[in-house]
């Protein structure tokens, strides 16, 4: 296949791209603003107008998109985090538009943050809406644009990801220092769920997307065994041999990190991925410990 990534060099795009390679019938050329730091046999383009008229993609996969926690959320974080992913998915829409030979498929990124804030116990699936908080219209408006794809005539495939868990990368790389220090804890109650998914699996249902050509629309990518801010805490504790005992009170959470932390760490929804499941796909990591070990230990 010829397959066109945005946000190739980031943790999920730098480990679908590894993935894909495994597979030698497989051409891939990443969107990148330092295509001179992308090695062969990947191809590397600055901007779409690099690409030749004989080019065809049989898929596109957009990941591209500023990190939304690397920073407190002012007004110019804020619109750098919504441009970064509003600006390159439009200009996506465009080029496929002038395409004779249009891609079969677009996966475009999306998050469980469409879902928004607002606290439930309950089983969120793909025919769940969101709200008017931050990380919600975002998502909105992302998978918005890119569904236009779909009027051009190409099967879209919204990801909408969970935390990532993986190597060298993700939410689990800023926790892991403090966890081995002895000062890792719950935040804010603890009650809060954590949709949580292992990277090969968040690849596996990309894999899956691409090979199969009923599913379409939102696609949650988390495990189907979510688990509260505390569970994850004592879990990862447990793997690591540390205790758990210095949790970080909400109070703090908003003082430090605004609507920010309030959003990504003291908000969570209980999400269940049906989409995938529904089509048979089987998860290698179920539970968070059998996660947690491979990524922490192997």
């Known amino acids: 296949m010829n397959i066109l990534i945005t946000g190739g060099t980031g943790f999920i795009g730098s480990a679908l791209c590894s993935r894909l390679l495994e597979e030698e019938n497989n051409k891939i050329v990443i969107l990148s603003r330092h295509p001179e730091k992308i090695k062969s046999p990947i191809q590397a383009i600055a901007d779409l107008s690099d690409l030749k008229d004989n080019d065809a993609f049989d898929v596109v996969i957009n990941l591209a998109g500023e990190p939304i926690a690397n920073k407190r959320w002012n007004d110019k974080q804020k619109h750098q985090i919504f441009s ?77 990801t969970g935390i990532v ?28 769920w954590m949709s949580w998914i292992h990277i090969n699996d ?38 690591l041999k540390r205790p758990t005992i210095f949790p970080m009170p909400a109070l703090a959470v908003k003082l430090l990190m605004g609507k920010m932390g309030e959003e990504l760490l003291l908000a969570g929804k209980k999400i269940r991925p049906k989409k995938a499941l529904d089509a048979g796909y089987i998860f290698k990591y179920k539970t968070l410990e059998e996660a947690l070990i491979n990524v922490v230990w192997k």
């Open 84 to 160: 970064s992913r509003i600006d390159i998915t439009e200009k996506l829409i465009s080029y496929f538009e002038t395409l004779e030979n249009k891609p079969k498929l677009l996966i475009s990124g999306s998050a469980i943050g469409y879902y928004g804030i607002d606290k439930t116990d309950n089983a969120i699936e793909e025919k769940d809406n969101g709200d008017n908080s931050f990380s919600s219209e975002l998502c909105q408006k992302w998978e918005d644009v890119a569904l236009k794809a779909e009027k051009l005539g190409i099967r879209t495939c919204l990801l909408r």
């Open 202 to 239: 968040l690849i596996g249902i990309i894999l899956y997307c691409i090979n199969h050509d009923n599913l379409k629309g939102a696609v949650n990518g988390t495990s189907p065994n979510p688990v509260t801010n505390q569970v994850f805490t004592k879990t990862l504790g447990m793997i």
């Open 165 to 192: 868990l993986g190597k060298n990368g993700g939410a689990l790389n800023k926790m892991l220092p403090l966890f081995k220090m002895y000062l890792g804890g719950r935040i804010g109650n603890g009650k809060q």
